[in-house]
């Protein structure tokens, strides 16, 4: 089976750190967040994988090339405006042969595509589409199913008043090869807001699995924050990058470094903390719950919590970065500030 990967979004609400690089180049313990996908499509033997590309389409190709690094054969698709999902997908038509997997480049789902894949085969399904549950619904894709599974309704971002599940699209998707002759070619169209609604009206079989397991899409600050807190917290079954090691000085406390990062004497960690590569930590600085990309020189008795902190960037000597900081790469930070 082949893969496709949408991954031409703009990343709008992780910026500051996808005005530099797209959200699935975002590094995720030393790794580029989509290398965790590809842990999961290796794992069962999915080798072939397209990328829809649109937003710095060529940092892909120079993240990844050929795939042969990675195990795997991948090919590019650009864009050259954004054609959304629908249209991104039916642009990589001619790479696509039988049953799809199509995923959105931006989540982290740590499913069992073989079951996905004998459920969608059972229903007899022209769509399946792999739900999990979350808290929040209204801010993805609201899924209604029956009790046999088969999709009966559609709500993509719904308000609270509309919610009446919990189930939402974990952007996982498989396509019977009948459904491309439903995306209109070389026009901006959604899956989520056309096909899907088209083809349930049209009586098509759209059925919705249940995905256990850990599910997180990195979308927001907040959000790609909690991804690292996950992982080292061992909440999810992926490896980290190759150079990310176990940081010492780190009593008690869960730190990952890349290769050349130092802490000064006194530093305190807390909770779970990654570091980038050659970052440098002053004196007595204290980093609880939080990411720091790489080169970022954090001054003597800084204090930093629940933020996230973009390449090179400086902050001064005890300065204080408050839950919910996203210090953009290369921006400085004075000493004894409070943000
Ligand atoms: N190639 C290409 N072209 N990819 C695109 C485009 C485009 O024009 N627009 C978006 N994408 C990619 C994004 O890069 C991302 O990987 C994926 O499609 C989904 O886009 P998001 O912008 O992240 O959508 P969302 O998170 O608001 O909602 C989607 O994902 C939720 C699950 O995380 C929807 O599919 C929801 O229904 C779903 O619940
Ligand atoms: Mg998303």
């Not at 910026?15 to 959200?23: A, G, M, N, V």
Request: with cysteine.
């Amino acid at each position: 089976m082949r893969a496709v990967i949408l991954i031409g979004g703009m990343g709008t609400r992780l910026r500051p750190f996808t005005l530099e690089t797209p959200k699935p180049l975002l590094p995720v313990m030393n790794r580029p967040f989509l290398e965790y996908q590809f842990q999961i499509l290796s794992r069962h033997g999915v080798r072939e994988v397209v990328l829809c590309t649109s937003y710095r389409a060529e940092t892909f190709r120079r993240a990844f090339g050929t795939g042969r690094r990675l195990g795997l054969k991948i090919s590019y698709v650009r864009e050259r405006i954004p054609l959304g999902t629908g249209g991104a997908l039916k642009n990589a038509e001619p790479y696509l042969k039988g049953t799809t997997l199509a995923l959105n480049g931006d989540v982290l789902n740590a499913f069992d595509l073989g079951a996905f894949l004998k459920f969608h085969r059972a229903r007899r399904a022209e769509i399946s589409i792999a739900l999990t549950r979350v808290k929040d619904p209204t801010r993805y894709g609201l899924v209604i199913t029956d009790e046999k599974g088969m999709v009966r309704r559609f709500l993509e971002k719904p308000s609270w008043d509309e919610v009446v599940s919990n189930s939402i699209n974990a952007g996982a998707y498989l396509f019977e090869p009948s459904v491309f002759a439903h995306l209109p070619p070389g026009k901006p169209y959604s899956l989520e807001r056309g096909l899907f609604p088209e083809r349930l009206a049209a009586g098509a079989r759209i059925a919705g699995y249940v995905a256990p397991g850990y599910w997180i899409d990195i979308g927001s600050v907040e959000a790609y924050l909690q991804v690292h807190l996950d992982l080292l917290q061992g909440l999810a079954p992926f490896k980290p990058g190759p150079r990310a090691r176990p940081f010492k000085n780190s009593d008690g406390a869960r730190v990952t470094a890349g290769a050349g990062t130092t802490a000064a004497p006194f530093v305190r960690f807390s909770g779970s903390v990654s570091l980038g590569a050659k970052v440098r930590i002053g004196r007595g600085a204290q980093l609880t719950d939080c990411v720091v990309l790489d080169g970022a020189v954090i001054g003597d008795g800084a204090r930093l919590e629940r933020c996230v902190v973009g390449p090179k960037a400086r902050i001064g000597t005890h300065a204080v970065l408050g839950p919910g900081t996203a210090l953009a790469g290369g921006s400085s930070v004075g000493d004894y500030s409070q943000l």
